[in-house]
Every structure is written in C-alpha cells, then in structure tokens.
C-alpha cells in the first residue's frame, strides 16, 4: 500500500519560510521522480516542482523558481520543499506526488500516486 503524507503546512507571514516534508511508504522512493503540485481554492492543481531519481536534477515553475528549492533524502524516502519569500499568492493546498519515470513531468496526469496535501496560507 502506497502513502505519501505531507507535513509542514501552516500560516506564514509575506515574506517567510516554510519547509514542507513528504515521507513515502509502500514505493522504492530511491527510483521514483518526486514533485510538489498546489491547488489554490477554485484553481486548477498546478506544478510547483519535481526532482529526478537519476541525477537529481530538478525542474520549477516560473513562479516559484528562486524561491523554492526541492530536496529528497532517498535513505529516509522523504521529499523536501523549501519556500522561501512567501507571497500571499503561494497560498493553496501542497501536494506531493510520484511517478516511475527518469523524467520531471510537469502535467499532473502522468503522476501515479498522491499525498493527501498540506494548507499553506500566507498572509499580507
């Protein structure tokens, strides 16, 4: 049985930092890419970030890139985003996600197993 369980949501300041954590059972983390998906109320579930099993390479969305930094630590099967200068429009419901692939899918779709999402709200 596959779980994916965020961790590290809460409320924040414009202009502060958060660390979310997603911890994997059920999957051989090591050879899975991760990513990180938002879902804001009434918006559609957008890409945030993925990391690559092979190589740890890395892909972000324009709008958080220089914010946000993706990290996993395979020995724990955890996945990592740090959020740095928070804007109130980073606020949603974070997602993490995995899919068995060497790739950094950006669409939603092509993931296979999802956590149940974590609220980050920040205020003005």
């Known amino acids: 049985q596959v779980q994916l369980v965020e961790s590290g949501g809460g409320m924040v300041q414009a202009g502060g930092s958060l660390r979310l954590s997603c911890a994997a059972s059920?999957?051989?983390?090591?050879?899975?890419?991760m990513g990180w998906f938002r879902q804001a109320p009434g918006q559609e579930r957008e890409f945030v970030a993925a990391?690559?099993?092979?190589?740890?390479?890395?892909e972000y969305a324009d709008s958080v890139k220089g914010r946000f930094t993706v990290s996993r630590n395979n020995a724990k099967s955890t996945l990592y985003l740090q959020m740095n200068s928070l804007k109130a429009e980073d606020t949603a419901v974070y997602y993490c996600?995995?899919?068995?692939?060497?790739?950094?899918?950006?669409?939603?779709?092509?993931?296979?197993?999802w956590g149940q999402g974590t609220q980050v709200t920040v205020s003005s």
């Open positions: 996600a995995a899919v068995r692939t060497a790739r950094r899918p950006l669409n939603k779709d092509e993931y296979d197993y």
């Open positions: 059920g999957i051989s983390f090591s050879i899975y890419t």
């Open positions: 990391k690559s099993w092979i190589g740890g390479s890395t």
